[in-house]
T-cell receptor, first 112, second 111 residues
């Protein structure tokens, strides 16, 4: 039973570029949430997708957008990258309103 | 004020010691509470949910005080493998809703 999988594992970009991160939820899960974790901080909620729609959003600018596909997988897109976007990006999946969230290994994004 | 506050530590304890972590949260509407464990450069993993009645899982005991908006985690007989960052987490609705994390408390268990 595959858990939450994220790709890529690591990514290096430069300021102003755009990036797409991918997440496949744990089998049987239909809800995907994205979090940003800066060094030395706890994860910060970006947004959550269910039934291909954004259900909740945290305090992140519009440069952060996402998508959920019919197979429940999800993408996180970040435009106009800033140095401050360097972080570990975590995807978590769950069955809505039913189970705790399970996290993937994350994508470590470095902005030069 | 942060929504979830924790002492960042580090807590350095010898093997076999008992250690307690505390956490406070600001949103009285919070409904679900958890402790997650995060190893260095790894993803957070659910350690246990926290209930008002208190709950225990082996060497780990979690307690919630809704009146004081306070959550605790007690680890007895610490093992070297307990060394990690412990994240206090609250959610406003069901368990699949937005999770709000504290900054984490780092524990280092030594010989």
């Amino acid at each position: 039973d595959a858990g939450v999988t994220q790709s890529p594992t690591h990514l290096i970009k430069t300021r102003g570029q755009q990036v797409t991160l991918r997440c496949s939820p744990k089998s049987g899960h239909d809800t995907v949430s994205w979090y940003q974790q800066a060094l030395g901080q706890g994860p910060q909620f970006i947004f959550q997708y269910y039934e291909e729609e954004e259900r909740q959003r945290g305090n992140f600018p519009d440069r952060f957008s996402g998508h959920q596909f019919p197979n429940y997988s999800s993408e996180l897109n970040v435009n106009a990258l800033l140095l401050g976007d360097s972080a570990l990006y975590l995807c978590a999946s769950s069955m809505l309103q039913n189970q705790p969230q399970h996290f993937g290994d994350g994508t470590r994004l470095s902005i030069l | 004020r942060k929504e979830v506050e924790q002492d960042p530590g580090p807590f350095n304890v010898p093997e076999g010691a008992t250690v307690a972590f505390n956490c406070t949260y600001s949103n009285s509407a919070s409904q679900s509470f958890f402790w997650y464990r995060q190893d260095c450069r790894k993803e957070p993993k659910l350690l246990m949910s926290v209930y008002s009645s208190g709950n225990e899982d082996g060497r780990f005991t979690a307690q919630l005080n809704r009146a004081s908006q306070y959550i605790s985690l007690l680890i007895r007989d610490s093992k070297l493998s307990d060394s990690a960052t412990y994240l206090c987490v609250v959610a406003n609705t069901g368990t699949a809703s937005k999770l709000t994390f504290g900054t984490g408390t780092r524990l280092q268990v030594t010989l």
